[in-house]
């Protein structure tokens, strides 16, 4: 069955640095990963995703991704980190070979620190 | 368009009632899933449907019933409420070549 980890419970960045969260993913044929972003008492906003092509994905709110194949790895990236970024983080997976379903990951909450 | 809505936003429960709660979309997307989200566990499926008529389990379907009568409505049943069940609902859709999902503004669920 597809899985998502995220291993980070919390990522804790100063402001202006750059900031990772990491997500590494399972599945039985080929993924389309993404990543939602949810703020305090809203729902899920999409940010950004890897369907094919290019392994570095650009999103929303100047996110962008790596999709690594080898590592099963699709961790979130920003150069630089605004306090404004501070939210609950998802990595999610959609397995194509199987029942097209999409899981998440447990979520990472990131806290940018000013 | 008005994207996902869902209804009612917060809700009291006693542990053995029953409810429903309604999710609809006016995207014309076909599929429809239900997720459950709570602290450290993140959003788990519920239920999903790829469809009318069509529906199948995720991953935590047990305690839940789902119909899909129609393309808009994906309604999710709650027979006999457990403390459990206290969390909080997002229903969700998206078409089958449309790798996006939208969220509805979620449901809050207290079953005492």
């Known amino acids: 069955a597809q899985s998502v980890a995220q291993p980070e419970d919390q990522v804790n960045v100063a402001e202006g640095n750059p900031l990772t969260v990491k997500c590494t993913y399972s599945?039985?044929?080929?993924?389309?990963l993404f990543w939602y972003v949810q703020y305090p008492n809203r729902g899920l906003q999409f940010l950004l995703k890897?369907?094919?092509?290019?392994?570095l994905v650009k999103g929303s709110y100047g996110f962008e991704a790596e999709f690594n194949k080898s590592q099963t790895s699709f961790h979130l990236k920003k150069p630089s980190a605004l306090v404004s970024d501070s939210a609950l983080y998802f990595c999610?997976?959609?397995?194509?070979?199987?029942?097209?379903?999409?899981?998440f990951g447990k979520g990472t909450r990131l806290h940018i620190l000013p | 368009n008005a994207g996902v809505t869902q209804t009612p936003k917060f809700q009291v429960l006693k542990t053995g009632q029953s409810m429903t709660l309604q999710c609809a979309q006016d995207?014309?997307?076909?599929?429809m899933s239900w997720y459950r989200q709570d602290p450290g566990m993140g959003l788990r499926l519920i239920h999903y449907?790829?469809?009318?008529?069509?529906?199948d389990q995720g991953e935590v379907p047990n305690g839940y019933n789902v119909s899909r009568s129609t393309t808009e409505d994906f309604p999710l049943r709650l027979l006999s409420a457990a403390p459990s069940q206290t969390s909080v609902y997002f229903c969700?859709?998206?078409?089958?070549?449309?790798?996006?999902?939208?969220f509805g503004p979620g449901t809050r669920l207290l079953v005492l």
């Open positions: 969700a859709s998206r078409n089958p070549e449309g790798e996006t999902q939208y």
């Open positions: 599945v039985s044929g080929n993924p389309y």
């Open positions: 890897y369907i094919t092509g290019d392994n």
């Open positions: 999610a997976v959609r397995d194509i070979g199987r029942d097209d379903k999409i899981i």
């Open positions: 995207m014309n997307h076909e599929y």
């Open positions: 449907s790829v469809g009318a008529g069509i529906t």
